[in-house]
T-cell receptor, first 113, second 113 residues
Framework: AQSVTQLDSQVPVFEEAPVELRCNYS??????LFWYVQYPNQGLQLLLK??????LVKGINGFEAEFNKSQTSFHLRKPSVHISDTAEYFC???????????FGQGTRLTINP | NAGVTQTPKFRILKIGQSMTLQCTQD?????MYWYRQDPGMGLKLIYY???????DKGEVPNGYNVSRSTTEDFPLRLELAAPSQTSVYFC????????????FGDGTRLSIL
């Protein structure tokens, strides 16, 4: 069975500082990986996805993530955050033949001025 | 494209009442999902469907029912509403269960008093 662990439940950072949100997964088969963002009182919006190819994936709003198969990780990064990046971030994993994705518990990113 | 549309956006129910949360998608997606999200928590899968006429339980199905008579619609029924069902409910759809991202609606905020 697959599982996803988001290692930090909350991450506070200062505006314009870099940030990394960590996601580790466990799976015995090849995976497909996703990061979602949920702004307050909204639904989940896809930030980026890794399906195949380059392990460095670029998404919307200046975010990027790197798939590391040996470390079974898919950490999300942004070099300089803005107040508007305050949100909940969810990592999700799937595999071929699966009927659903497995979501992590979320990381709350708080940006301080 | 409207994507995934959920109605209503807000609802207050009395204990013991019943209601149906509507979800419709216009992307011709076979896979559809219902999640609940409690305050400060992640997503919990209630029910899902891999196509018209096929539904299956998620991790928290008790107190809910679903049907999938068409590809577009996936209503969630609450029978005998209880305070523990106070939550935000999200519907999502996808072209593939494990290889593609899910597209989320904006949610229904439900309070049971």
């Amino acid at each position: 069975a697959q599982s996803v662990t988001q290692l930090d439940s909350q991450v506070p950072v200062f505006e314009e500082a870099p940030v990394e949100l960590r996601c580790n997964y466990s799976s015995s088969v090849s995976v497909y990986l996703f990061w979602y963002v949920q702004y307050p009182n909204q639904g989940l919006q896809l930030l980026l996805k890794y399906l195949s190819g380059s392990t460095l994936v670029k998404g919307i709003n200046g975010f990027e993530a790197e798939f590391n198969k040996s470390q079974t990780s898919f950490h999300l990064r942004k070099p300089s955050v803005h107040i508007s990046d305050t949100a909940e971030y969810f990592c999700a994993v799937g595999h071929s033949g699966a009927q659903k994705l497995v979501f992590g518990q979320g990381t709350r990113l708080t940006i301080n001025p | 494209n409207a994507g995934v549309t959920q109605t209503p956006k807000f609802r207050i129910l009395k204990i013991g009442q019943s209601m149906t949360l509507q979800c419709t998608q216009d992307m011709n997606h076979n896979y559809m999902y219902w999640y609940r999200q409690d305050p400060g928590m992640g997503l919990k899968l209630i029910y899902y469907s891999v196509g018209a006429g096929i539904t299956d339980k998620g991790e928290v199905p008790n107190g809910y029912n679903v049907s999938r008579s068409t590809t577009e619609d996936f209503p969630l029924r609450l029978e005998l509403a209880a305070p523990s069902q106070t939550s935000v409910y999200f519907c999502a759809s996808s072209t593939d269960g494990g290889e593609q991202p899910q597209h989320f609606g904006d949610g229904t905020r439900l309070s049971i008093l």
